[in-house]
């Protein structure tokens, strides 16, 4: 029987801590009555890089971290902590005890016990569960990859809308694999816990323009033998009129390997490379066909993550020497579509990067409506796999809707107010609301918040809503439509958590941040800050803590359960992002951060924007 608690040391402190690998739980002492895997000179963790998706191994002993599993030797899966998140959301949303609902800043003496009920107080303040708790939510984007693919092959293939057909197919020949039982949650950023920095991706996975295919071992090598002379990755991505008969990158699956073959027809359906008894020669009735061939192109690739990198390669292919404008630009369409759904693997990240890279324009573009689309439709691209980056695949169960595609597709021209710079988004609402100071998505959201009666709702702000409603939702206020037909105040307070959390660049600029973690309770010098913020910053943030104070009322903390120091714990991450890839010392900031928002939330004077709009 696998043995559940483990010791291990941690990595900043040198002390010596038990994990529960099976439900989250640490402590600082031993677990009693119950047998734990002893720590080892021959430990290792199995850790997870969120920036590079894929896990890492990390030597207690040594301090040595390597991308290959080490053999013979203990692997700790502390990664597994990830999957205590969901039974605690559970277990909060069916007990009025929540076990946040006293916390305050960590390492302080009324700082809640844990879920267990007997989990000790840490020593000094180095509390690893509540740490934990407070990237509950606001850190949900760094989901585990693994756990995105089988989430996302929850697709349901009977629902699917009508595929179109190469040579007039059978859907059945793209039926997913059907679905096992579900995981336990989505996982915990591997940031959480003081663990070390991941090792230096191996140079032979690294993609470059003039990657040699001997170095990039999951590209396709050409059928024709080209004795000793080195072919590059950009000798196969060529566009070509003709059909392909193996996928563009190695599968040893056939149904895979079909549905690759078959997905490049599609392709070169949408892009008018070949002819479909599907979509017409014109007409609305050809605008229809092909979003819904779009659809089904997104819809594919969403429910077979294994497919996406061949999706991307192939795009690549078809619009490198294509000399036909109109097949160009629709190749870069659905380049643009799919980035607005999911990224490509960390395999394949850095040569799509620099395809885009060198499509895209090397001065700011003026006006989109008269650029050079490839040029438009490239500055896009590379937006999208900035912000990938940070907040990983669309989040949700629930495949792709023909909404959501039509949306994605014409972002490149009409630009999202999610993931855009502050004064962007501004400058976006200028025609409908030429005398708001504030971004009309700030403020419809927060009065739906406050409409649904979120002073009274236990968790807000820390319980997330349901994602597939918060998709539907953000499409709605993406086209300025206020939201409707909501019942649950956790789904536009998540919806305004993710905007903040999406900005390009943070309320408080990253320039500022050293100085705010190394003053968060001073509070003259907290509010020199704010003070010395570009006008627009100043004021959203002074409207958002505005917002959180009139939940910081004893009188609603007794409904909410979520006193200042919640509050502070949960917002921290929407107001300060760290610049460091260190997790060390993210992990060490993040009482600071916290501190510094609570210094907002009880001292800041934010009368002057009480009935600013």
């Given amino acids: 029987m696998e043995t559940e608690w483990v010791e291990i040391l941690d990595p900043r402190t040198r002390e010596k801590m038990y994990a529960n690998v099976k439900n989250g739980d640490c402590s600082w002492e031993a677990p009693e009555g119950v047998q734990y895997k002893p720590m080892s000179n021959n430990q290792w963790w199995e850790l997870y890089d969120a920036q590079c998706q894929c896990n890492y191994y990390y030597n207690v ?7 290959e599993r080490p053999v013979n030797c203990d692997i700790i899966p502390l990664s597994r902590l990830q999957a205590f998140q969901e039974g605690m959301a559970s277990e909060e949303q069916n007990s009025s005890d929540s076990p946040l609902q006293d916390v305050a800043t960590v390492g302080e003496s009324s700082a809640a016990e844990f879920v267990s009920g007997n989990q000790p107080a840490s020593p000094e303040g180095h509390n690893p569960s509540a740490y934990i708790h407070k990237y509950y939510e606001d850190h949900e984007q760094h989901y585990d990859q693994q756990q995105q693919e089988y989430d996302q092959q929850q697709y349901d293939q009977q629902d699917q809308d009508a595929a179109f057909d190469a040579n007039d197919f059978d859907d059945d020949e793209f039926d997913t694999e059907p679905p096992t039982q579900r995981g336990s949650a989505p996982p915990l950023p591997q940031h959480v816990l003081a663990s070390p920095n991941p090792p230096p991706m191996p140079q032979t996975k690294v993609a470059t323009a003039d990657l040699e295919i001997s170095k990039f071992d999951k590209i396709q090598a050409p059928k024709k033998k080209l004795f000793k002379k080195k072919v590059t990755l950009s000798d ?32 070169q359906m949408y892009m008018g490379d070949r002819r479909s008894k599907s979509i017409p020669s014109k007409g609305k009735d050809r605008d229809q066909a092909l979003l819904q061939l779009l659809l089904d192109i997104i819809s594919r690739t969403w429910a077979a993550p294994v497919l996406r990198d061949e999706l991307f390669v192939q ?23 799919a980035l607005g759904f999911y990224p490509p693997s960390s395999m394949f990240h850095s040569y799509l990067e620099g395809y885009i890279s060198r499509n895209a324009p090397t001065k700011p573009i003026a006006d989109l409506s008269s650029a050079d689309p490839v040029k438009v439709f490239a500055l896009y691209c590379s937006k999208r796999m900035e912000r990938l980056r940070h907040t990983g695949a669309r989040k949700g169960k629930k495949k792709p809707t023909i909404e959501e595609v039509e949306r994605a597709r014409t972002l490149a021209f009409n630009p999202s107010m999610f993931g855009e710079k502050l004064q962007d988004v501004v400058e976006m609402q200028k025609t409908r ?29 820390r319980v997330p809503g349901d994602v597939d409603e918060v998709n539907v939702q953000k499409l709605r206020v993406d086209r300025f439509e206020p939201p409707v037909g909501l019942i649950d105040a956790h789904v536009p307070a998540s919806l305004l958590k993710l905007w903040f959390r999406e900005l390009l660049e943070p309320i408080i600029p990253e320039a500022l941040y050293d100085r705010c973690i190394s003053i968060s309770t001073n509070v003259q010098e907290v509010l020199a800050i704010v003070a010395s913020l570009p006008d627009l910053n100043r004021l959203v943030l002074m409207y958002i803590v505005r917002f959180l104070q009139k939940f910081a009322h004893p ?22 992002r760290c610049p460091y890839d260190n997790p060390a010392l993210i ?11 609570r210094t907002l ?3 800041m004077d934010t009368s002057s924007v009480d009935q600013l709009k």
Avoid at 315 to 337: F, P, V, Y
């Fill in 601 to 603: 939330i009880v001292e």
């Fill in 587 to 597: 992990f060490e900031n993040t009482r600071k951060e916290m501190e510094f928002v």
């Fill in 315 to 337: 795009l690549c292919r078809q619009t490198s020497d294509n000399r036909d404008k109109k097949s160009l630009h629709a190749g870069w369409e659905i380049m643009a579509t």
């Fill in 61 to 67: 002993a040594t301090e040595e971290t390597v991308w």
């Fill in 433 to 461: 609301f030429p005398d708001r100071q504030l971004p009309w998505i700030l403020t419809s959201l927060s009065d739906e918040v406050l409409h649904l009666n979120a002073r009274e709702t236990e968790g807000i702000f």
């Fill in 236 to 267: 196969m991505l060529s566009w070509t009129k003709e059909p392909i008969s193996d996928p563009m990158l190695r599968t040893p699956d056939k149904k895979r390997r079909k549905e690759a073959v078959e997905m490049f027809k599609l392709i």
């Fill in 555 to 576: 009188e609603v903390t007794a409904h909410t359960k979520m006193d200042v120091n919640n509050l502070a714990m949960v917002w921290a991450p929407n107001c300060l």
